[in-house]
């Protein structure tokens, strides 16, 4: 009996010793190498990484700088836009709602909102608040961004355009991610909370978890301390960008937090919602954001096994590797960053940078996740950089060809003068087009500081360069009916909206 006590505690030593020693080699031994490798070779300034096990911090750290040309480093406390990773809080929110008996995930949204109005009057009528936090709307993903990105558009405007769009698809037939599905969630929590969206994320989730820097408007961030600057890449070259007012889709997107703060986030995420002992939302709360409510579709993967890809409420979910994966990404003007939990391994992650063309955010993750889960390293970054270069190269080796044709000094089949003038998209307003040194500049009305310049490149064409390099630089096309411009399609780079809009001359 003596020896069977003997052997059962060396067992019960060597498990706990075994289980404990759960930081691998890759995080220990090459992670800082990893990380400035992918920082230079992305050109990105900046970024934090946080790593949470079992409950206990295993990286919490800033690398590089907040912005470009300076010596000011990211360290642990530095703000990052996270973009939408935003969601994650929204559908949290929505869920506490639930679960404080004030509203029911499955209530229709004209119950809390009886001014809104869908195109389509069946619609509006069965719409709920899963569908619209969900992507299950009938919309093509980012449809309808174009109008509200930055846009000069007040929350209660985004809502109403939003209202008037035509679904690409039938209802609840198809995922398409909808940004503005947010804003109606935002104004929901309001009606029922009686409180701001803001306000109400605020005193439910980042007071009680000591998220005490963590800012929920993006004009909060631009005025805060120890913050990073958005940064983008253009003409191959690391530019800084200014901070841009994005509240008009807050829910969605806006909120500004350090990896500090986020480690709180993360350690109540992966312990039942609980933080230093205290239950700051119950866990039927957590498993209400993690029930799947959309199929995204078959996931794929480089290397490894994964089958499924769905959406919850703010999260998305996978399987990869017999685990669950609850995670997202978010990209805003100047950021892109990830958040991946591994709910059955206690394993939290978390990649913040400040530009918006990167893939290391994503391929850092992947890299941590596989040496937690054992898995064989597969140098994610080099493959995922070698795919952006040969885009890259495609896209060089097109603009070039679309600038030989604009050096050839075309000139338009009608009158430049006719392609000048006021123009209308049905939902959105107004453009307008000037002559300005035989080039047309537009301008769009609810879009004050932006600019776009149209040279002509044949065939009723015309490139167009805008002044804010997020939105691209994409080709119009013109049509003309006896003479006389009738109409053209407005383009604006992926990142923001994958649709045209047609604006007819008036």
Same mark, same amino acid.
Request: proline share 3%; charged share 25%.
């Given at each position: 009996?003596?020896?069977?006590?003997?052997?059962?505690?060396?067992?019960?030593?060597?498990?706990?010793?075994?289980?404990?020693?759960?930081?691998?080699?890759?995080?220990?031994?090459?992670?800082?190498?990893?990380?400035?490798?992918?920082?230079?070779?992305?050109?990105?300034?900046?970024?934090?990484?946080? &790593?949470? $096990?079992?409950?206990?911090?295993?990286?919490?750290?800033?690398?590089?700088?907040?912005?470009?040309?300076?010596?000011?480093?990211?360290?642990?406390?530095?703000?990052?836009?996270?973009?939408?990773?935003?969601?994650?809080?929204?559908?949290?929110?929505?869920?506490?709602?639930?679960?404080?008996?004030?509203?029911?995930?499955?209530?229709?949204?004209?119950?809390?909102?009886?001014?809104?109005?869908?195109?389509?009057?069946?619609?509006? $009528? #069965?719409?709920?608040?899963?569908?619209?936090?969900? #992507?299950?709307?009938?919309?093509?993903?980012?449809?309808?961004?174009?109008?509200?990105?930055?846009?000069?558009?007040?929350?209660?405007?985004?809502?109403?355009?939003?209202?008037?769009?035509?679904?690409?698809?039938?209802?609840?037939?198809?995922?398409?991610?909808?940004?503005?599905?947010?804003?109606?969630?935002?104004?929901?929590?309001?009606? +029922?909370?009686?409180?701001?969206?803001?306000?109400?994320?605020?005193?439910?989730?980042?007071?009680?978890?000591?998220?005490?820097?963590?800012?929920?408007?993006?004009?909060?961030?631009?005025?805060?301390?120890?913050?990073?600057?958005?940064?983008?890449? +253009?003409?191959?070259?690391?530019? &800084?960008?200014?901070?841009?007012?994005?509240?008009?889709?807050?829910?969605?997107?806006?909120?500004?937090?350090?990896?500090?703060?986020?480690?709180?986030?993360?350690?109540?995420?992966?312990? !039942?919602?609980?933080?230093?002992?205290?239950?700051?939302?119950?866990?039927?709360?957590?498993?209400?954001?993690?029930?799947?409510?959309?199929?995204?579709?078959?996931?794929? #993967?480089?290397?490894?096994?994964? #089958?499924?890809?769905?959406?919850?409420?703010?999260?998305?979910?996978?399987?990869?590797?017999? $685990?669950?994966?609850?995670?997202?990404?978010?990209?805003?003007?100047?950021?892109?960053?990830?958040?991946?939990?591994?709910?059955?391994?206690?394993?939290?992650? +978390?990649?913040?940078?400040?530009?918006?063309?990167?893939?290391?955010?994503?391929?850092?993750?992947?890299?941590?996740?596989?040496?937690?889960?054992?898995?064989?390293?597969?140098?994610?970054?080099?493959?995922?950089?070698?795919?952006?270069?040969?885009?890259?190269?495609?896209?060089?080796?097109?603009? $070039?060809?679309?600038?030989?044709?604009?050096?050839?000094?075309?000139?338009?089949?009608? !009158?430049?003068?006719?392609?000048?003038?006021?123009?209308?998209?049905?939902?959105?307003?107004?453009?307008?087009?000037?002559?300005?040194?035989?080039?047309?500049?537009?301008?769009?009305?609810?879009?004050?500081?932006?600019?776009?310049?149209?040279?002509?490149?044949?065939?009723?064409?015309?490139?167009?360069?805008? !002044?804010?390099?997020?939105?691209?630089?994409?080709?119009?096309?013109?049509?003309?009916?006896?003479?006389?411009?009738?109409?053209?399609?407005?383009?604006?780079?992926?990142?923001?909206?994958?649709?045209?809009?047609?604006?007819?001359?008036?």
């Amino acid at each position: 009996m003596k020896n069977l006590s003997v052997f059962l505690l060396f067992l019960i030593y060597f498990y706990f010793n075994i289980n404990a020693q759960t930081t691998p080699t890759f995080i220990s031994d090459s992670l800082d190498v990893y990380v400035n490798r992918g920082l230079e070779r992305w050109q990105i300034p900046g970024s934090a990484v946080l &790593v949470v $096990k079992d409950g206990k911090v295993v990286v919490a750290k800033g690398y590089g700088v907040k912005e470009l040309g300076t010596n000011d480093k990211v360290d642990e406390n530095t703000l990052f836009l996270i973009g939408s990773n935003t969601k994650a809080f929204t559908g949290t929110a929505l869920a506490l709602l639930e679960n404080e008996g004030k509203l029911n995930l499955e209530d229709k949204v004209v119950k809390y909102l009886p001014e809104f109005k869908m195109k389509d009057d069946w619609i509006t $009528k #069965h719409l709920n608040l899963v569908d619209i936090i969900s #992507h299950r709307m009938g919309f093509e993903t980012f449809q309808g961004d174009f109008m509200y990105w930055t846009s000069d558009l007040t929350d209660d405007e985004v809502i109403e355009k939003f209202g008037m769009l035509t679904p690409k698809y039938e209802f609840r037939t198809k995922y398409g991610y909808t940004n503005a599905g947010y804003a109606l969630a935002g104004k929901v929590i309001q009606k +029922v909370s009686g409180m701001r969206w803001e306000d109400y994320i605020k005193e439910k989730i980042f007071n009680p978890l000591n998220m005490n820097r963590t800012v929920a408007l993006s004009t909060d961030f631009a005025k805060s301390e120890n913050v990073s600057k958005p940064h983008s890449i +253009v003409n191959g070259k690391v530019v &800084v960008l200014p901070f841009e007012n994005i509240d008009n889709l807050a829910p969605c997107g806006s909120i500004g937090s350090s990896i500090n703060d986020l480690t709180n986030w993360i350690i109540a995420q992966l312990d !039942s919602g609980r933080y230093y002992g205290n239950i700051v939302f119950p866990f039927e709360v957590i498993q209400r954001t993690r029930k799947p409510e959309t199929i995204q579709g078959r996931a794929r #993967h480089p290397f490894n096994k994964t #089958h499924f890809s769905l959406y919850g409420l703010g999260w998305g979910l996978m399987d990869y590797e017999g $685990k669950e994966l609850v995670m997202h990404t978010g990209g805003v003007n100047g950021f892109v960053t990830s958040v991946t939990l591994v709910p059955e391994e206690r394993l939290g992650i +978390v990649v913040l940078t400040n530009t918006d063309q990167n893939a290391f955010f994503q391929s850092l993750k992947w890299e941590i996740l596989d040496s937690y889960l054992d898995l064989p390293y597969r140098n994610y970054d080099s493959s995922f950089y070698a795919g952006y270069l040969k885009r890259q190269e495609l896209n060089d080796k097109w603009l $070039k060809e679309i600038r030989d044709s604009i050096a050839m000094n075309f000139n338009p089949e009608i !009158s430049l003068s006719e392609f000048e003038g006021r123009y209308k998209h049905d939902v959105y307003g107004y453009a307008e087009l000037k002559n300005i040194d035989d080039d047309l500049e537009l301008t769009l009305e609810h879009h004050s500081k932006l600019k776009g310049k149209l040279e002509y490149i044949g065939n009723n064409r015309f490139l167009c360069t805008y !002044s804010d390099p997020l939105y691209g630089i994409k080709v119009f096309q013109f049509y003309v009916q006896d003479g006389k411009v009738r109409s053209f399609d407005l383009y604006v780079d992926d990142f923001i909206d994958f649709q045209p809009y047609r604006f007819y001359k008036k």
